[in-house]
């Protein structure tokens, strides 16, 4: 751990400085294992409990015919459990707040979208673990993975990047709020239409239009059918290449938004 610290003449300052700031948050997330069980066990209970309660939805006209529901909600559940896990962000981003430790970040030499960026390598590397783990559970259920090699790789690639959007969008939250507990019920505000009005549960042609007008604005919604498809293998190269754009733009719309680091910046720089 500690040659990871050691600065290296041939790296980049910023290298190194990112290096520093994702160990800090992962020993940070190690400190708390109570929490981080908790974080990665949580998508597997909902996993567990959603599939007994809605199987019923499998038996709908709507319902894709040979697909049993266990394989439809397993890709959901990657996508729904990365919007859960984006709240953690959000409330880092406010403990950081209240420990003073943005204002120290801020007097140092260093660039101020680092702290983002390092969480956001953080909440991509625990995604792949819940990945992982929700699979096994889902396994245990009786899910049948119909995809490729490809199919796998490239729903890993959309469920990394819709992971860095939501711990962008969170942390931009906890960023304005600063109070860990106030970003918590901002994060559910935010978290209930990304994950409900997606089709991760039931199939959408099943909800109202104003529904599906909304859905066909959420990247949740289209890394939802891309998942599902790749783990059915009937995803298209569109699928992938639309749930990532929608998860770009999202990001792209979040990091346009100044962090209160950089409108103190600007603040003081024109007064």
Do not use: C, K
Not at 69 to 79: E, K, Q, R, S, V
Not at 219 to 242: E, F, K, N, Q
Request: proline share 5%.
């Amino acid at each position: 751990m500690n040659a990871l610290l050691a600065v290296d003449a041939t790296r980049s300052p910023v290298v190194d400085q990112l290096i520093a700031l994702v160990v800090r948050n992962l020993r940070t997330s190690a400190r708390v294992p109570q929490l981080l069980m908790f974080s990665l066990t949580m998508p597997m209970a909902m996993l567990v409990l959603f599939s007994q309660v809605f199987r019923s939805v499998a038996a709908g006209p709507e319902f894709p015919t040979g697909v049993s529901y266990i394989d439809f909600l397993t890709p959901a559940m990657l996508a729904v459990s990365t919007v859960m896990a984006g709240t953690n962000a959000g409330v880092s981003a406010a403990i950081d707040h209240t420990n003073g430790l943005h204002d120290r970040f801020a007097a140092l030499p260093m660039r101020s979208w680092l702290p983002g960026v390092a969480r956001t390598i953080n909440e991509a590397a625990f995604t792949l673990v819940r990945a992982a783990l929700l699979g096994i559970a889902a396994v245990a259920l009786g899910f049948r993975f119909h995809g490729s090699v490809g199919d796998a790789v490239a729903g890993l690639a959309v469920l990394v990047v819709l992971a860095a959007a939501m711990s962008a969008l969170f942390g931009r939250i906890g960023d304005r709020l600063r109070r860990p507990d106030v970003v918590q019920f901002a994060g559910m505000m935010v978290m209930m239409p990304f994950m409900f009005v997606s089709g991760a549960f039931a199939p959408l042609d099943t909800m109202p239009r104003w529904m599906q007008a909304f859905a066909a604005l959420n990247p949740v919604a289209h890394a939802t059918d891309a998942l599902r498809g790749h783990v059915l293998g009937t995803a298209t190269v569109g699928d992938s290449v639309t749930a990532l754009l929608a998860a770009i733009a999202l990001w792209i719309a979040v990091m346009a938004v100044p962090s209160v680091a950089q409108f103190r910046r600007s603040t003081v720089s024109n007064g």
